[in-house]
Each structure stands twice: as structure tokens, then as C-alpha cells.
């Protein structure tokens, strides 16, 4: 019974410092992010409203991707002020070993992750999404851009003194569906449309079929065609690099419907990177913890605490940072895509599996 109150006192302490550390880098997240939706939406009468609302749609997806070191703080946090209270040595009075209070907070860690993957992930990615269809509808004002929403592929290019505005429906494999081009002078003067059933955009060369073509103007016409060149300048490794933030989808989505989401254009690679992501999140949590507690429960003396917060501040960035090296060789196929995302995890799992059995010994 007392050690199950004492637990419960734990977690409750570790959950509390967790959601403290989320407001702080929510708070500074919001700020940031809203100084740059600002900067963004500088050139349009929005008011202030728009901005905020899409800085609350992304930053939440930001803190997820860096929930690990969130984590590694919170951790950091609760263990110092546990040790500033002295309730730390009060508590091994009671048989609490350094390796209780990691298991306590490693497991709850995990937990965060899984409730991260399950319930919050779709949400984030829901809102990530809509925060891109939004500023998509205005990147259409610009000059030479393509965006991929829920009403379809739409395109627009500047080539010379003319302009390109295209939509389909949907990106097929090699195929856009459902084509729609209108080129424009540079009065932006209607001078050329093309319906088609579908355009082969693997190359800038576009071999677009079955449609009509009409040009307007004194000598204007209209007539069918089997098969047309259109010159554009994206191709379809252009217009899959959209597909880039894959913090549109869900982790549900990517585990059920990954071969649908390649058939969109997703590319298979990232996908199954960023699967394993996912799917070591809760895995790296732990990883955290037990970082932060080797650390803190290194030694008793308050007095080094400043040192430990910096020296342990210094290693997770260096860990984060190899980390994001890892899989950026995963990206440029140097290592494969699997080991670039867990050879982090077993490396640091061997590095904390020695340092756990050090303080459980004192």
C-alpha cells in the first residue's frame, strides 16, 4: 500500500514537470511560429486571427517531433527537484533503488508514446493538413509554385511571358487525371486552353492524351487531338517533392495504408521511414529518461546540479543531432533506411544500459 502511494506520488510528479516543459516550449513555439505567419501573410488583409489560428494548427506536430527532448527536460526537471527536497534519499530509506525511479518514469515515458501514436498523432495530422491547404490557397497568388489539397493537383508556372495555371484531379503513378491548362499572355489574357483525360509528367516534356485543344483570340480554334507535347517546368519528381511533410499522415494511416499512399505518389522509402519513426518514439522516450536519470542520480550533491543540466543539455543535442545524421544517410541510401532509424536507439540503449547498472549500484 505505501509504495503504491509512493509510486502514484512519482508519476504524478513526472507527469506534472512533462506538462510544465510542453506549456514552456508551447508558449515559445506559438511565438515563433506566429512571427512567421505573420512575416507569410504580410503582403494579404488577413488581420491576426488567420495567423494565430494556423500557429495553433502546426506547432502542436512540432512538439511531437521533438517530444524526446521534452521529455529528457521533464525528466531532468523532476529528479533535480527531487533531489533538492532530499526526497530522493528519503525514498531509498524505504528500499527505493536509483533503478525504481527509472523504471517508474521510463515505463510512464512509454506509455506518453503510445497515447502520442494512437490518439494524438491523427489529430496533429489532421491540422497539419489543413494548415497546408490553407496557405496553399494562397500560394496560388504567386508566381510559379504547385500545391496538392483536397480538391486536387493544381500547378502554376511562369515560362517566359506566359503562364500556366493546371489542375487535375489526382496524381496517378506517372499520370495526372483529369487535366485542365490555361496559358495566359502577359496581360494575363486567356490565349490557350487544353482539356485532357491524362498527361505523362515523368519527364518536363508532358505527353498529354485524348482532349481538345482551343486558342483564342482573331484566329482562334478548337480542335481534338490523341496525343499533344505540353513543356512544363515540373515533372513528377518535382511534384512529389510536395509529398515531403509526411507529418500529414497519421501513424494509423502510414501502418494501414502505406501501398495506397504510395499509389498517390508518396515516395515508398520516406514512408518506411518514417514508419519506423513512429514506431520507435516510445522506444527513444525511455532512452530519455534513462539519459536524464544517469545524470542526476549520478551523484547527491545539489551543488553539481548546474553541471549536470549543461553537460546533459550538450549530450542530447549531439544525440539529436546524429540522430538526424543517421537518417539522413538512410536518405541518400548510403545505410539502409531500417538500420538509419534504430542503430541510434541500439547505440544509445547500449550507452544507458551501462550507465543504469553504475547508479543503481550506489
Known amino acids: 500500500m505505501r509504495n503504491s502511494v509512493i509510486n ?18 508551447l508558449a515559445g513555439g506559438l511565438i515563433m511560429n506566429l512571427r512567421e505567419e505573420i512575416t507569410y501573410f504580410s503582403d494579404y488583409d488577413v488581420g491576426i486571427i488567420l495567423p494565430l489560428a494556423l500557429s495553433f494548427m502546426i506547432v502542436p506536430s512540432i512538439l511531437i517531433n521533438i517530444f524526446p527532448f521534452i521529455i529528457f527536460l521533464s525528466s531532468m526537471w523532476v529528479l533535480i527537484k527531487l533531489k533538492q527536497k532530499n526526497e530522493i534519499l528519503s525514498l531509498k530509506t524505504f528500499g527505493f533503488n536509483s ?13 506518453l508514446g503510445i497515447i502520442i501514436l494512437l490518439a494524438l498523432s491523427p489529430f496533429t495530422s489532421l491540422m497539419v493538413k ?3 491547404d490553407v496557405k496553399g490557397s494562397y500560394d496560388l497568388d504567386k508566381s510559379h509554385l504547385a500545391s496538392i489539397t483536397n480538391n486536387g493537383v493544381w500547378v502554376k508556372e511562369k515560362i517566359g511571358s506566359k503562364t500556366n ?32 483525360k ?9 505527353i498529354v492524351k485524348d ?18 507535347t505540353f513543356k512544363s517546368t515540373f515533372n513528377k519528381e518535382k511534384l512529389n517533392s510536395i509529398y515531403s511533410n509526411l507529418d500529414t499522415l497519421s501513424f494509423y494511416k502510414i501502418m494501414t495504408e502505406i501501398d495506397e499512399l504510395v499509389k498517390k505518389g508518396y515516395n ?7 514508419k519506423h519513426y513512429y514506431l520507435s518514439l516510445p522506444f527513444f522516450l525511455i532512452l530519455m529518461v534513462c539519459l ?15 553541471y549536470y543540466i549543461l553537460l546533459s543539455i550538450i549530450t542530447c543535442v549531439i544525440i539529436f543531432y546524429l540522430k538526424n545524421f543517421s537518417m539522413a544517410l538512410g536518405a541518400t541510401e548510403r545505410i539502409p533506411m531500417v538500420v538509419s532509424v534504430w542503430s541510434p536507439i541500439i547505440v544509445l540503449t547500449l550507452f544507458c544500459s551501462v550507465g543504469i547498472i553504475q547508479i543503481n549500484e550506489k
Open 8 to 25: 502514484t506520488y512519482l508519476i504524478k510528479e513526472f507527469m506534472l514537470s512533462t506538462m510544465n516543459v510542453f506549456l514552456i516550449f
Open 99 to 111: 533503478g525504481k525511479f527509472v523504471y517508474l518514469f521510463s515505463t510512464t515515458a512509454f506509455f
Open 130 to 132: 489543413y494548415y497546408e
Open 165 to 196: 495555371f493546371i489542375k487535375s484531379k489526382k496524381i496517378e503513378g506517372d499520370l495526372l487525371l483529369d487535366v485542365s491548362i490555361y496559358k495566359l499572355n502577359e496581360k494575363n489574357v486567356l490565349i490557350e486552353r487544353i482539356e485532357a
Open 198 to 206: 491524362s498527361a505523362d509528367i515523368l519527364n518536363t516534356k508532358w
Open 211 to 228: 482532349g481538345f485543344r482551343s486558342t483564342f483570340g482573331e484566329n482562334g480554334s478548337s480542335q481534338k487531338f490523341e496525343e499533344l
Open 268 to 274: 515508398h522509402k520516406l514512408l518506411e521511414e518514417k
Open 292 to 306: 536524464a536519470s544517469i545524470f542526476c542520480l549520478n551523484s547527491n550533491d545539489t551543488r553539481q546540479n548546474i
